[in-house]
C-alpha cells in the first residue's frame, strides 16, 4: 500500500507544479513526488501512477512519446514487469532486469505474447446522475436540493478512455484520444488537499470533445451521494455526466471501466425509483 501525505501544506499534499513545458500533478512529502502523481515530460512522454522518493515506484502507466503504452509495475524509476503492444498490435508480457529506465526501451529479458484481452459485459447498477444546480456558499442537507435541471442528459453509447491526469484537474494530457468518446475520471483527490469541482474536471473533458462523462469513485462508499455540478455561465455542461456509487457488495466502477471498452449510459426516466 502506497502512503499518501495525510497533510496539506506548501511541501505536502496534492500539487499541481509546472515549470515550462512540465507538468506534476500528484502527491508530494516534503517537497518530493510521493504517492500517485502524473508527470508530463516536454518531450509529450507521461506517466501516471505511484511514486516513492521522486521516482517511478510501483503500478504505474508510461506513454511514449509515440503514443505507445507500457503498463506495469516499477521499482527506483526503473519498469521490471508490463505489458504493451508490439507494432503489429500483439499484446506483450515483459519482464526487465530494472537496469533502464523505460524511456531508453530496455531489451527484456523475458518476452511473451498474451492472448488478446475478451472484455466481458457488466452492468453497474449503482450510479447517480449528476444534476445540474445554481451554485451556493452553502449548500443544503439531504434530501433538500437548491433549484436544478438534468437537461444536460442524454444516452449515449461511445467506448471508454481514462482521463488523463485521472483526477483531470488541468486540461487533458490526452484530448485528442477523448473526442467522440466517454471519459472516465477520478474523484478526487481526497481530504485534506484541496477540492477539484465537478465543474473543472467534466468542462475539462468537454472542451476535449468527450461525449459523456463517468465519474469514478475508487473506494468505498459509505454516505447518500447527492452530486451536482453547478450551473454556472462561465462553465457551461453540455454533456451527459454520472458517478459510480461503490457499495461493500458493488463491484468498483475504476476496475470495470477499462479503455476501449464500449459503454452505454442509459437515464431513467425522472421519477422512476
Not at 530494472?98 to 526501451?105: L, V, Y
Not at 472542451?207 to 473506494?219: I, Y
Not at 477499462?258 to 425522472?270: I, Q, R, T
Request: aromatic content about 8%.
Amino acid at each position: 500500500m502506497m502512503m499518501i501525505s495525510q497533510k496539506q501544506d506548501d511541501l505536502n499534499g496534492y500539487h499541481v507544479v509546472q515549470q515550462d513545458k512540465f507538468m506534476y500533478c500528484g502527491f508530494i512529502q516534503d517537497g518530493i513526488p510521493n504517492g500517485f502523481g502524473s508527470i508530463l515530460w516536454p518531450d509529450g512522454s507521461e506517466y501516471h501512477g505511484e511514486m516513492k522518493g521522486g521516482r517511478m515506484h510501483g503500478e504505474g502507466l508510461y506513454v511514449f512519446q509515440d503514443r505507445r503504452q507500457f503498463r506495469g509495475k516499477f521499482e527506483g524509476g526503473n519498469p521490471v514487469s508490463g505489458r504493451m503492444r508490439d507494432e503489429a498490435g500483439a499484446l506483450l508480457g515483459l519482464t526487465f532486469d530494472g537496469a533502464q529506465p523505460i524511456w531508453e526501451e530496455p531489451t527484456p529479458v523475458q518476452r511473451d505474447e498474451l492472448p488478446a484481452r475478451v472484455l466481458p459485459e457488466f452492468r453497474l447498477d449503482t450510479c447517480a446522475s449528476i444534476l445540474l444546480s445554481h451554485a451556493q456558499e452553502q449548500l443544503p442537507p439531504p434530501p433538500q436540493l437548491t433549484p436544478h435541471h438534468y437537461r444536460h442528459m442524454r444516452d449515449v453509447s461511445a467506448r471508454v478512455v481514462w482521463a488523463r491526469p485521472s483526477y483531470a484537474d488541468v486540461p487533458l494530457w490526452n484530448a485528442a484520444e477523448v473526442r467522440g468518446k466517454i471519459v472516465a475520471v477520478l474523484r478526487g483527490p481526497k481530504p485534506p488537499a484541496r477540492a477539484v469541482p465537478y465543474n473543472i474536471k467534466v468542462l475539462h473533458a468537454q472542451q476535449a470533445g468527450a461525449a459523456g462523462v463517468v465519474l469514478v469513485d475508487p473506494e468505498i462508499t459509505t454516505e447518500p451521494l447527492i452530486a451536482r455540478v453547478h450551473d454556472e455561465p462561465a462553465v457551461k455542461i453540455v454533456i451527459p455526466v454520472c458517478a459510480t456509487v461503490n457499495t461493500p457488495n458493488k463491484p468498483r466502477g475504476s476496475s470495470l471501466l477499462v479503455n476501449d471498452a464500449m459503454v452505454s449510459m442509459v437515464f431513467a426516466p425522472l421519477g422512476l425509483k
